[in-house]
């Protein structure tokens, strides 16, 4: 009889790192990142199968007057003009694909960096207590006329993404 045992612990680190700085617009921006190590042992082997790596970033400016929650994307940059800020950032997109063969179709894929950008908007009033806030997708092209315009400043990353 053949017992086969696969189960694992799971060994879980956390470390969040703050980096504070004053804009030279006169803005204070907040930046965190939280680190997160899991690896996987045996129970009964004590094999170590693997470590995984993750993380999330969370931008605060202005002592929460702003916010943004970009979970696994990393900020790289900024952007003031006029009433509007532009944050310009990079994250990893899963693209999947397909292949067909005679006997069957198979779906693999892998892992691409991404260049993206939103703009904040501020529809609040009344001492910021009714409306919403919230960021929305803007197209590159945008961003680019806006950086002529406006000023951007480098947001402090760990560069864990960058484009090849």
């Not at 996987?40 to 400016?61: C, E, R």
């Not at 929460?64 to 990393?74: D, L, P, T, V, Y």
């Not at 904040?120 to 961003?143: C, H, M, Q, S």
Request: charge should be negative; proline fraction near 2%; charged fraction near 25%.
């Amino acid at each position: 009889m053949l017992l086969c045992i696969t189960n694992c612990t799971h060994l879980r680190d956390e470390s969040t790192d703050v980096t504070s700085k004053m804009l030279p617009n006169g803005k204070h921006l907040v930046v965190e990142k939280i680190n997160k190590e899991t690896t996987a042992i045996g129970l009964i082997t004590k094999y170590n199968y693997g470590t995984t790596h993750s993380f999330s970033y969370k931008i605060d400016l202005d002592n929460g007057s702003i916010k943004w929650n970009g979970g696994s994307a990393e900020p790289k940059h900024l952007l003031f003009c006029n009433d509007t800020i532009y944050i310009h950032y990079f994250r990893n997109k899963w693209i999947e694909e397909q292949g067909t063969d005679s006997l069957s179709t198979t779906t693999n894929g892998h892992y691409q960096i991404h260049e993206d950008y939103q703009a904040f908007i501020d529809k609040r009033y009344f001492f910021n207590l009714f409306g919403d806030a919230y960021w929305v997708e803007t197209t590159p092209n945008n961003y680019r006329k806006q950086k002529a315009i406006g000023n951007e400043f480098e947001v402090p990353n760990d560069n864990e993404l960058v484009l090849d």
